[in-house]
């Protein structure tokens, strides 16, 4: 992209910060520019976060009726989904998935539990009271 084509559509999404991209001087040099948003960049983004909020809310109807555990619920809240939170944990996804079914995530240990606190910003208290209800 050239330095005069960097977008500068004001995004939302963005919230008045600013995305570091790079471009090309007139002479072909790559510099970085600043750029306040793109308009199709900001739709994507909008639509990707309305769909983790439409799963989460799915999942939260799930575990309140006991029909999987918290921990979908709180991937989708955290705006993860089975990969990042595969990632993040160090955990197989098929273990993952695993968790989300309610008897097993019951049988999670401290240490597993350490794993999806820290990768979901929840207390481990809270993780574990959970496990109790």
């Known amino acids: ?7 500068q559509d004001a995004s939302p999404t963005y919230a008045g910060h600013k995305k570091l ?17 793109w308009e199709a960049e900001a739709f994507a983004t909008e639509l990707a976060v309305a769909e983790l909020q ?16 918290p921990l979908l619920f ?12 595969s990632q993040i944990t160090g955990l197989w996804r098929w273990r993952i998935r695993r968790h989300f079914q309610l008897q097993h ?3 999670l240990s401290v ?7 820290a990768a979901l910003y929840v207390s481990l208290a809270q993780l574990q009271a959970y496990q109790q209800e």
Not at 1 to 7: C, S, T
Not at 54 to 69: T, V
């Open 21 to 37: 991209l790079y471009a090309t001087t007139a002479d072909g040099e790559y510099c970085t520019a600043q750029s306040s948003g």
């Open 105 to 107: 995530y019951r049988k």
């Open 111 to 117: 240490r597993i539990l350490q794993r999806y606190s």
């Open 54 to 69: 439409q799963l989460a809310e799915q999942a939260y109807q799930r575990w309140s009726n006991d029909l999987a555990s």
């Open 1 to 7: 992209m050239k330095l005069d084509e960097v977008p």
């Open 74 to 85: 709180l991937m989708y809240q955290a705006r993860l989904d089975e990969t990042g939170l």
